[in-house]
C-alpha cells in the first residue's frame, strides 16, 4: 500500500529535499540543524560584546565633550529611549521569531522586501573591512607598549637635533602619523603599502577567523574574554584616573549642561546617529544572534537589558577620557604657566623681578588659579598665553586620534606607562574583536541560511571570507589607507543603514502589521507587549529615521565632504576637501550598500510578470531548525493542524532532540 506523499509547505517556512546518497529516500524532506547558544549567558555577552565596541570608547566621549556635556547625554537618553530601544526590540523579535539570518526575516515577511538582508550584508563587509583595519592598528601599539620609555613619549633625534616634524606637533601626533600610518599628505598620494601594518592586519584577520571558524560555538566561548575584559580595564583605568590631579575638572566639564546645544539640529543628527551605530541596528548582527534563541526567550527584557549596559558602557568609558584627559589637560596647562612665568622673569631685570606680583623664587610650585590670578592683574602685558585649563579641555580630538593621541599622550604621564598602555590596547582588542565577530555573523549567518551549498561547508565559507576580507584590507594598509578608513567610516555605512531600518520598520509595522506581529510576540512569549511599540513603529520611529536621513544628506549636499590629512611639513593636521574621484568612490559605496533594496523589489515585479517561481526552494533556500525543542516557526501552526504528517514530524523532532539540539529529522509519509 502507497501513501502520498505529503505537500511541502507553501510559504517560506519551506523544506528543503533530501540529496541523493544521503541516507534517506529521494524526494524525502529533511530539517537541517541549527546551532544555538549553549546558555543565555553566551548570547548575553555576544550580544553586549556586539553593540558595545570601539565607538563607545572614543566617539561618544567625543561627542559628549564637543556637543554640551551632560546636555548632550540627556539628548542621547531620550533617543535611545524612544527610538532606539524599540527598534532594537524589533529586530531581535524579527530574529527570534523568524529564527532566520537578515535574509531570510525579509524574505518571510514579504519576498519583496528581500533585498533589505542583502543590503545589510553588503554593510556588514564594508563595516568589517575597515573595523578590522583599527584592530590591526590595535595590535601594533600593543606590540610597542611593551618598551619603556614608551615609543611615543620623547621625540627622536637626528643626531642632536630634534626631528622637525615631531619638534611642530607632539611625541604622540608624531609616532601616530609617522612611524605606524607613515601617512602620506593627501589621499591623491599612495605611497605604497606599511608592511608592519599589512602583518598587524594579517594577525587580526587570522584571530577573527580562529573566533569564527565553528560559528557561534567558538564564538559563544570567545566571548567570556573579549566581553568582559574591558569593563575589567575600563574599571581599572576609572579607579587610577580619578586619583589624579586634575581628573575633578575632567569630570566637570562633561557632566556640566551647556542646553543652547538642543537648538541645533546637527547635534540631534550626531545623537541619533549614535544610538543607531551604538546598538548595531540595521547590520544584520543583531537578528542573526537572536535567531539562535530558543523560542520562549523573553527577548523584550533583553532589549532593555543589553541597551541599558550599552549605554552605561559608553558613560563608564567617558568618565575614564574625561579623567584622564582632564589629568592631561591640567599638566599642560600648568606646565605652559611655569614657562612663561620662567620666560617673563628671563626678560626681567633682578631690580624689577619684586614688582612681579608673582612668587618668582619658586616657580616649580605656581599652581593654575594663582597663574589665573596673576595673568588677569598683570599677565597680559607681557604678552604671554592665557594657559587657560578650560580651553585645553576644549582641544578636543576626533575618533581615533582620541585613543591614539590624546589618550596615549596621557598614558605617558602614568607612573608604569608601558603597563597601562598594554592594558588599554589590549581592551580595544578585545572590544574589536567581539564587535567583528557580530559583523561577520551579519554576513554569513544570513548567507548560508540561504544558500544550502554554503551551509555544507561552512568552515571553507569563513575561510574564505576572512581572506577575501584581508586581500581587500590592503587597500587600508597603503600610506594612504587612513584616509580611506575615514572616507569608509564615513560614508559606507551611515546612510545605507539608515535606508535599511527604514525599510526595516516600514516592513513590519506596516507591510507585515504591527497589530499581527505584537499578536505573534504575545503567542511566542506568553505575555502580551505594551501597545504603545505600535504607535512607536508605525508613526515615532519613521519619522525619526527620516528626520535622520534628511538631515544627513542635507549635510553632505550643503557643504562638500572633507577628510583630516597630515601635513608633514607643518607638523599639523588639516581638513583638504576630498577630491572628485574619492567624491565618485563614496557615492560608489553608498549606492552599492542601498542598491539591493529596490533590486530585490525590481527581481520580485519581474519574475511574476514573467511567470516564473518566485519561491524559495528554486534558490537553495530552507529556513534551518533552532536548537529550541519547540521547532514550529511562527505562522505555522495551522499548517501543522491540516497536515498531520507534518504534525508527526514535530513530535519526532522533540523525541529526537537531545540537550535541545537536533541533528537530523526525517519525515516519514505513513
Not at 551 to 576: C, D, F, I, Q
Not at 612 to 618: K, N, W
Amino acid at each position: 500500500m502507497t501513501s502520498e506523499k505529503p505537500p511541502l509547505p507553501a510559504d517560506d517556512n519551506q523544506l528543503e529535499e533530501a540529496d541523493l546518497g544521503s541516507g534517506t529516500e529521494p524526494g524525502v524532506p529533511v530539517e537541517i540543524a541549527r546551532d544555538g547558544w549553549d546558555s543565555k549567558v553566551e548570547y548575553f555577552l555576544a550580544q553586549v560584546g556586539f553593540s558595545v565596541g570601539l565607538g563607545n570608547v572614543w566617539r561618544f566621549p567625543y561627542l559628549c565633550h564637543q556637543n554640551g556635556g551632560g546636555a548632550f547625554i540627556l539628548l542621547y537618553v531620550v533617543l535611545m529611549v524612544v527610538v532606539g530601544v524599540p527598534l532594537f526590540f524589533l529586530e531581535l523579535a524579527a530574529g527570534q521569531s523568524i529564527r532566520q539570518g537578515s535574509i531570510g526575516v525579509w524574505r518571510h515577511i514579504s519576498p519583496k522586501l528581500v533585498g533589505i538582508g542583502y543590503s545589510s550584508c553588503v554593510v556588514c563587509s564594508f563595516v568589517a573591512l575597515y573595523y578590522n583595519v583599527i584592530i590591526g592598528w590595535s595590535i601594533f601599539y600593543l606590540g610597542s607598549s611593551f618598551r619603556n620609555p614608551l615609543p611615543w613619549q620623547e621625540c627622536p633625534k637626528e643626531g642632536n637635533v630634534t626631528v622637525k616634524e615631531c619638534e611642530a606637533s607632539s611625541p604622540t601626533s608624531y609616532f601616530w602619523y609617522r612611524k605606524a600610518l607613515d601617512i602620506t599628505d593627501s589621499i591623491d598620494e599612495t605611497g605604497g603599502f606599511n608592511l608592519i601594518l599589512t602583518g598587524c592586519l594579517l594577525a587580526a584577520w587570522v584571530l577573527v577567523c580562529l573566533g569564527m571558524y565553528k560559528g557561534i560555538k567558538s564564538t559563544g566561548k570567545v566571548m567570556y574574554f573579549s566581553s568582559v575584559f574591558p569593563y575589567v580595564v575600563l574599571l581599572c583605568f576609572l579607579i587610577r584616573g580619578l586619583t589624579l590631579d586634575g581628573a575633578s575638572e575632567g569630570v566637570k566639564f562633561m557632566f556640566y549642561p551647556r542646553l543652547e546645544i538642543w537648538g541645533d539640529v546637527q547635534v540631534w543628527r550626531q545623537a541619533a546617529t549614535q544610538v543607531f551605530f551604538a546598538l548595531g541596528l540595521g547590520f544584520g548582527s543583531v537578528i542573526a544572534y537572536s535567531s539562535y534563541n530558543p523560542k520562549n526567550n523573553n527577548c523584550h527584557r533583553d532589549a532593555f537589558t543589553v541597551s541599558s549596559v550599552n549605554f552605561m558602557t559608553s558613560v563608564l568609558a567617558t568618565l575614564v577620557v574625561f579623567a584622564v584627559l582632564g589629568f592631561r589637560a591640567k599638566t599642560i596647562a600648568t606646565d605652559c604657566a611655569q614657562r612663561n612665568i620662567r620666560a617673563v622673569i628671563k626678560s626681567m631685570s633682578a631690580s624689577s623681578l619684586s614688582d612681579l606680583h608673582i612668587n618668582a623664587s619658586a616657580v616649580e610650585n605656581i599652581t593654575l588659579p594663582q597663574y589665573e590670578i596673576w595673568y588677569r592683574d598683570q599677565g597680559q602685558q607681557f604678552n604671554v598665553s592665557s594657559c587657560s585649563l578650560k580651553d585645553e579641555m576644549k582641544k578636543g580630538v576626533e575618533g581615533t586620534g582620541l585613543a591614539f593621541i590624546a589618550f596615549t599622550e596621557a598614558m605617558t604621564l602614568f607612573p608604569g606607562s608601558p603597563f597601562w598602555s598594554a592594558l588599554f590596547f589590549l581592551m580595544l582588542l578585545n572590544l574589536g574583536l567581539s564587535t567583528m565577530f557580530g559583523n561577520m555573523a551579519g554576513i554569513m549567518t544570513p548567507l548560508t541560511d540561504t544558500f544550502k551549498t554554503l551551509r555544507k561547508r561552512k568552515l571553507l565559507f569563513t575561510v574564505c571570507s576572512c581572506t577575501l576580507g584581508f586581500l581587500i584590507g590592503l587597500i587600508f594598509t597603503q600610506r594612504s589607507g587612513n584616509y580611506f578608513v575615514m572616507m569608509f567610516d564615513d560614508y559606507s555605512a551611515t546612510l545605507p543603514l539608515i535606508i535599511v531600518v527604514i525599510f526595516q520598520t516600514i516592513s513590519v509595522a506596516w507591510v507585515y502589521g504591527a497589530d499581527r506581529f505584537l499578536e505573534d510576540l504575545k503567542q511566542m512569549l506568553g505575555r502580551p507587549i505594551p501597545v504603545v511599540y505600535k504607535y512607536l513603529w508605525k508613526y515615532v520611529c519613521p519619522v525619526a529615521m527620516l528626520g535622520l536621513l534628511g538631515a544627513s544628506l542635507l549635510k553632505m549636499v550643503l557643504k562638500r565632504p572633507t577628510y583630516t590629512a597630515w601635513n608633514k611639513e607643518k607638523g599639523s593636521e588639516e581638513h583638504l576637501p576630498y577630491p572628485d574621484w574619492a567624491l565618485a568612490v563614496l557615492s560608489i559605496l553608498i549606492i552599492v550598500a542601498s542598491l539591493p533594496v529596490p533590486l530585490g523589489y525590481l527581481h520580485f515585479i519581474l519574475s511574476k510578470r514573467l511567470g516564473q517561481s518566485t519561491s524559495d526552494a528554486e534558490t537553495g533556500y530552507m529556513p534551518c531548525a533552532t536548537t529550541d525543542t519547540d521547532l514550529t516557526p511562527l505562522g505555522t501552526s495551522a499548517l501543522l493542524v491540516g497536515n498531520p504528517n507534518l504534525r508527526l514530524a514535530e513530535e519526532n523532532t522533540r523525541f529526537l532532540s537531545q540537550n535541545g539540539h537536533v541533528e537530523s529529522m526525517e519525515l516519514s509519509a505513513l
